[in-house]
Each structure stands twice: as C-alpha cells, then as structure tokens.
C-alpha cells in the first residue's frame, strides 16, 4: 500500500532552510523563513508571555482536555482582540486551532461542507500554503491581480477588474494586513471599495489575519477587518498568534465565523466543533491559555503591546535604512517601495537567477520569489545585503 504513494512537491521555503542550515559560511544571511528575529539572530520569548508562563506554572492544576474547539476565555478575547469594543458578538462562531494554518484549513473545510461548489478567488501572489491547502481539499480556486511588479505596489485596478467576476456566494480570500508575500497594503479608501463590491455581489471574505500588530500598530492593522466584519453579513477570519505573541511552535490560532442569523450562527458553531472533533479533537491549548491571560491581565497586555510595538518600530526602521542603503549604493529611489511596504516581507524583484546569484556569491538567503524577510536582518546587515543587491545588478 505504502509503496503506492507519489513524492509530494517540497515546500520551498523548508527547503530554503536546509540549504541555510548546511552552508558553511560564518556570514551567511538567512532572509527566506518567515519568523521575526531580534538584532541577535534570536527569536526572543516576549516578557509577557514568560511572564504567563511562570504565573501558569504556579496556578494550572491540570491538563485534561478543555473544550472541542478551545476555551471559551480564549475565544472570547482573540475575538474582543481582532473585532474590537462594541461588537455584536452575538454574531459569532469560534473555534481554537493549531496555530493560523489550522484556521485556514478549517475556513476552507468550513466553505466546502457549506457550498461545496464554492470558488475561491486569492491574489496573485499569496501564500503558497493558500494554494497548497486548496489544491488538497480538491477546491475551485481562481486568481486576482494583486500586485503591481513594476510600481511594486498594489494593482488595485487588475484587482478590482478581475472581482468584477466573482458570483454570489464565491469566496474571496483576503489578506487582513501586512500581505505576504508583497508586503504591499490596500489603503483605506480601496479596502472601503472592496467591502461595498462584496455587498453588491455577495461574495463571502475569508480574511487571512497573520501578522496583525507587525504593520501600523494592533488597531490600524485590525480597521479593514473590522470594516468587513461590520457591513457585511457573513465572514470568515482565521487568525493567528504566532507573530505577535511570538509563540510560533506553540500554534495557537482562531476561526471566527461572522453570520447574521442566530440560527445560522449556531449551525456553524456545531460545525466548527464536528470539524475540530474530525481533526484532532481537541485544539492545543497552552499557547492559547497564556494568550488569555495576557489580553485578560491589565499589567501582562500593557507590556506584551509595549514589546509588540516595538518589534513592529524595529522593524520599520530596518525597512527605512534599506531603502536609503539601496538609493546610496544604486544612486536611484526604485528600492523606495521598501519603506512604504509593511509587515515582514517584501518582494524585492529580483530574477530567480539573480536570487541564486545572491545565495552562491553572498551567502544571501530568500525565497526564489525575491521575497525577503526584513526581520532577518539587522542594522550591520543591512549594508551588506544592499552591496550584494547592487553587485547582482538588481
């Protein structure tokens, strides 16, 4: 039976990481796996949560199960977190997953069981892993312009033109903040013009909410999720606490499932838990449970938004110096995008070839997209990354 199974294609950026892994060289630059890192190299526990972590170490007095899909605490303040005060929580369904990933698949499983004939519509870039979890659960997925490779910015214009397209009932697949793998956000005005598309066509969001709080702050990054959550009657949002918590291996994550009818809502609250139970029963909890108790600690939350505002600041000061290395090295503001890019990624645009030459010659880890983590780097590697950028001729 075994014997019968096909190679699978290997993921890309686990690839990446063993070839960074196995290099030799004392100054190579790893720029391709999506974590934040401090100037040290280190993705640091954040005070908070060890904090929580010790506090948790003295009070729990047990680890039996909690509930089919997570505590209720959890889910409650992950949704007072992303939804924000003063909404209708009446509307929502909710279930605790292994880490953002889990969400999505559980969004889409959720879509498929609802109208199994559904299309998803995703950009074009996103995720690999938006492809990869579509292709295996045998779903209709199209792509939409997204992003612009000349201005490096959004191609609003492609996008909306191609939405144009989408039936009542199609899924489009949102990302909430911080877009990756562009780095490249829609503005304001064009997130309010989206909303009223999806109202007109009744098209249901399913909004990709990883990174929020690495952007413009906790709030701004959540505005355009809540914006969709309060005009239209039906949306879906898998979270995850991986980033902002920085608990990546403890993969606490949240669907929310935003309906407008009681009935409906209660439906799709047994479904998430039938769902959870198919799975693996019952989520993962110690990640989630120090989640809770910092967003529920007065003191715990105000420094883990202090720590979190400052990885977000730390981040934006990198993306600010490699802009103004690139201009000194290249003589030219094309590499300016960066700057205005948020989150941690951006598309550099480079050549596939010219991403090979930047590994071998460098030592330069990063997707063969061009996609760079800017959390990769620090303020002595930035100039080094910005001189091997103009020697590839990028």
Excluded at 71 to 85: E, K, N, S, V, W
Excluded at 189 to 211: C, F, N
Excluded at 260 to 265: G, T
Excluded at 303 to 332: F, H, P, Y
């Amino acid at each position: 039976m075994l014997g019968n199974l096909k190679p699978q294609a290997p993921d890309k950026i686990l690839e990446l990481m063993a070839l960074y892994r196995d290099d030799p060289r004392a100054d190579k630059i790893d720029l391709g796996v999506g974590v934040y890192k401090n100037a040290l190299g280190v993705t640091p526990i954040m005070r908070a949560v060890k904090a929580a972590e010790k506090q948790l170490w003295e009070a729990e007095t047990t680890k039996s199960y909690t509930a089919l899909v997570g505590d209720q605490g959890y889910r409650d303040a992950m949704a007072g977190l992303i939804l924000g005060a003063g909404f209708d929580m009446g509307r929502v369904a909710s279930a605790a997953t292994p880490g953002g990933t889990g969400a999505v698949h559980m969004a889409l499983e959720l879509i498929k069981l609802a109208a199994p004939g559904a299309k998803v519509w995703v950009s074009d870039p996103t995720w690999p892993n938006h492809l990869s979890i579509l292709k295996h659960l045998g779903m209709e997925s199209t792509a939409y312009r997204y992003f612009d490779d000349e201005t490096r910015g959004v191609d609003f214009d492609g996008m909306m033109a191609d939405l144009a397209r989408v039936a009542p009932g199609d899924v489009v697949l949102l990302h909430g903040c911080c877009h990756n793998p562009t780095g490249a956000n829609l503005n304001p005005t064009q997130w309010g013009e989206v909303a009223a598309h999806l109202e007109k066509t009744g098209a249901v969001p399913l909004i990709d909410l990883a990174y929020q709080g690495f952007g413009d702050g906790l709030e701004a990054d959540a505005a355009a999720t809540r914006l969709l959550a309060g005009r239209l009657p039906e949306v879906l949002i898998a979270a995850s606490c991986s980033k902002n918590f920085g608990i990546y291996r403890e993969r606490a994550g949240i669907l929310l499932a935003l309906s407008s009818d009681p009935k409906a809502k209660d439906l799709t609250q047994g479904t998430l838990a039938y769902l959870n139970r198919q799975n693996f029963s019952f989520p993962p909890d110690h990640g989630a449970r120090l989640v809770t108790m910092i967003l529920t600690d007065p003191a715990l939350k105000a420094d883990w938004m202090a720590e979190l505002e400052e990885v977000r600041k730390n981040m934006l000061a990198l993306r600010e110096q490699l802009a103004q290395e690139l201009r000194r090295v290249t003589g030219s503001d094309r590499f300016g995008f960066i700057a205005q890019h948020r989150g941690m990624f951006s598309r550099l645009g480079a050549t596939p070839e010219q991403v090979a030459a930047l590994r071998a010659d460098h030592g330069i880890y990063m997707v063969g997209d061009s996609r760079l983590n800017i959390a990769g780097l620090n303020d002595k590697t930035v100039p080094i990354l910005a001189e091997a950028i103009g020697a590839a001729g990028i």
